[in-house]
């Protein structure tokens, strides 16, 4: 019931879609009478909403003071929300990893980001990750890339009404809200793969990248991206986007071969080297880590910028949205049931409307900037409800 997944319980496990079956490991996993519970990226698949309620859940495994709970998680907010201690893994990938010793959440979570662990006096990056205290604010542009009417599409038992909006040229839209509620159907019309029942979207070239990863079995990642489009074989490309991803020693590496962050890296690549007007992304963020998270949304940002075209990004990762959305669309309503939408709106009326939803609020790290959860029922987050500014002040 908490991971709102009673209605699951007759359908059979093939038929589940990611965030689906999530909740069930998660739940399978809590059931069991343990002394230690492990849990490997939980967010992975699932929407905001299910994100901070799955958190909850396991954080509730230890209530009784008896039991212990071990999470690997990149998606830093739930990560803080749910830890009490963080251990720090670092090294070379495919070469070798070191675990340093528990750290309290903030200062391990910042150790992480600054790259250095002070007690050891190691630097084990040599870069910080940062984030702005205020994310630039787009200027406007004025040149409008697409347009969509009031649209609405209807299947057995469901319905999605999504008002009159426009994309611009240099503006990443991103859009956000639980699953269910019909996000990646919009994506799809917006896509040119669905047509609405009602109401219509201006044609226009489209790149997109669905939600779902898949592979070919017998093609490289070099080959996959040269039949992508002619950009793989610029400078440009080369620099901003395969190093910036680190994508370069995947090269000559089957698609099957890779891991779901691997693959998820290469598939966005693939989208942003089509020629295209607007470039759709679905779900960038997951299986990602929190160094490549930010790579990503650089990339993505830069080149929307650069190549002036527009970009419509759907993400359930609060700290990316933040760094990387200029207007948002959330989607509201009842999932699996009927889905509505608000916006396009500023990116704080959008947040503060999402974070409303899930009765939590948010403010900025001092030292890094980075998106937390105030803890439920504490000073700031009583003064920041109180004032409606669920999003970081």
């Known amino acids: 019931k908490l991971l709102d997944a009673t ?33 490997d990226e939980p967010s992975s698949f699932l929407d905001i909403t299910s994100r901070i309620a799955a958190a909850r859940l396991i954080k509730s495994l230890t209530a009784d003071g008896q039991r212990s709970v071990l999470v690997v998680e990149h998606d830093l907010a739930t990560l803080d929300y749910i830890s009490d201690e963080i251990q720090i893994v670092y090294g070379k990938q495919a070469c070798y990893g070191v675990f340093t010793p ?46 969509f009417s009031e649209v609405m599409k209807t299947y057995p038992g469901f319905s999605l009404v999504v008002q009159p909006g426009k994309i611009f040229v240099g503006e990443v839209l991103g859009i956000m809200g639980a699953n269910g509620l019909g996000k990646s159907t919009f994506l799809k019309m917006v896509a040119g793969i669905l047509k609405p029942d009602r109401g219509e979207i201006t044609p226009v070239n489209i790149s997109y990248k669905p939600q779902q990863l898949s592979s070919e079995e017998d093609v490289d990642v070099q080959s996959y991206l040269k039949a992508c489009g002619a950009q793989f074989s610029s400078g440009w490309y080369a620099q901003n986007i395969l190093e910036k991803l680190n994508i370069q020693p995947l090269l000559q590496h089957k698609l099957s071969y890779l891991s779901g962050g691997e693959l998820q890296k290469v598939l966005v690549a693939g989208c942003l080297s089509r020629d295209a007007d607007v470039f759709v992304l679905d779900e960038p963020s997951a299986f990602i880590d929190v160094e490549d998270r930010l790579h990503i949304a650089e990339v993505i940002k830069d080149f929307t910028e650069t190549k002036k075209v527009g970009c419509v990004v759907v993400d359930h990762d609060v700290q990316f949205m933040d760094y990387l959305a200029d207007k948002m669309i959330v989607f509201e309503g009842t999932p699996a049931v009927e889905g509505r939408v608000f916006g396009p709106c500023g990116k704080e009326e959008g947040m503060n409307r999402v974070l409303k939803m899930l009765e939590i609020t948010f403010r900025k790290d001092k030292e890094t900037n980075r998106a937390r959860i105030n803890k439920p029922g504490s000073q700031l987050d009583t003064e920041q409800k109180s004032t409606g500014k669920y999003y970081y002040v």
């Open 102 to 147: 528990t750290k309290a959440v903030r200062r391990g979570i910042n150790e992480y980001l600054n790259g250095y662990l002070a007690e050891d006096n190691i630097r084990f990056r040599d870069y910080q990750i940062k984030f702005s205290r205020n994310p630039v604010a787009m200027t406007g542009s004025t040149h409008v890339m697409a347009t």
């Open 7 to 39: 209605q699951l319980l007759e359908k059979d496990l093939h038929d589940l879609s990611g965030g689906e079956l999530q909740k069930i490991a998660i739940v399978a996993a809590s059931v069991k009478n343990a002394d230690v519970y492990y849990f």
